[in-house]
């Protein structure tokens, strides 16, 4: 059966971490809308104090009220977007597969933003501050994917920080340990056995070859062997067989 992995603890706090702050960064721009006209205005111009006097110690000019006021709106959707991205990196590893998301809801975002100015009194909307809103809302998604890159490239060459050292000199390997010879066994009493004299043998000399005698041939040749004599039968004898003969065969 299929276990799901355990989530780490270092997981689960950065996503209670990072929902966080998006959730915040979300809540501030919504609050920042909501406010009246004057109010708006009064923030502005302590906005703007705060960064002539930054701007001013690297040499920059002076900003006006309304450059404060297209950078705030900038600023507060680029936050939201870092923080969007960090958010998704720790619920899916795949996150930019599913960068769509972010889009669609920082577009989404930026148009109700506006849309909620419409409603406020002395507040107005306009098609320009929300491609100023969902442009700071890339730029922190894009800065927070080269954070996250950067992170990934110094974990792998931690990883494996030991590679090119085991290229280059190879790994000792232990000595085999040496052997101790083993204790010989004690010698045994030998059997003392008695010399027999050896026996002089003589070498048989090896027959040779004599061919086969031929048989003498016969001179004398054999004597004929003598015929058996047949006597003539009188024909008194014949004609007496044959009639017995006869006779015979009639009295079958």
Not at 3 to 17: A, G, V, W
Not at 230 to 238: D, S
């Amino acid at each position: 059966m299929y276990q799901k992995k355990r989530t780490s603890p270092f997981t689960i706090f950065f996503r209670i971490l990072f929902t966080a702050c998006l959730i915040y960064s979300v809540v501030f721009i919504f609050q920042n809308s909501l406010q009246i006209a004057e109010q708006s205005s009064l923030r502005s111009e302590q906005v703007q104090q705060v960064v002539n006097e930054v701007a001013g110690t690297v040499g920059l000019g002076p900003f006006s009220l309304h450059m404060v006021r297209k950078m705030a709106h900038f600023a507060e959707f680029m936050m939201m977007g870092f923080w969007f991205m960090l958010c998704l990196r720790v619920y899916t590893r795949h996150f930019i597969k599913h960068v769509s998301w972010p889009l669609f809801l920082g577009l989404g975002t930026a148009v109700m933003d506006e849309t909620i100015q419409m409603f406020v009194d002395g507040r107005g909307s306009s098609v320009k501050d929300v491609w100023i809103d969902f442009s700071g809302f890339l730029m922190g998604l894009f800065v927070a994917l080269l954070i996250l890159m950067f992170l990934r490239m110094c974990v792998i060459l931690f990883v494996h920080r030991h590679d090119d050292q085991e290229l280059v000199q190879p790994e000792p390997q232990p000595r085999p340990a040496k052997k101790r010879p083993a204790p010989s066994p004690a010698p045994q009493p030998q059997e003392q056995w008695e010399e027999e004299a050896e026996e002089e043998w003589e070498e048989e000399p090896l027959p040779q070859y004599q061919p086969p005698a031929r048989p003498a041939r016969q001179t004398a040749r054999r004597a004929p062997e003598p015929q058996p004599w047949w006597e003539p039968v009188p024909e008194e004898q014949k004609e007496e067989e044959e009639s017995y003969d006869t006779s015979i065969e009639i009295e079958h």
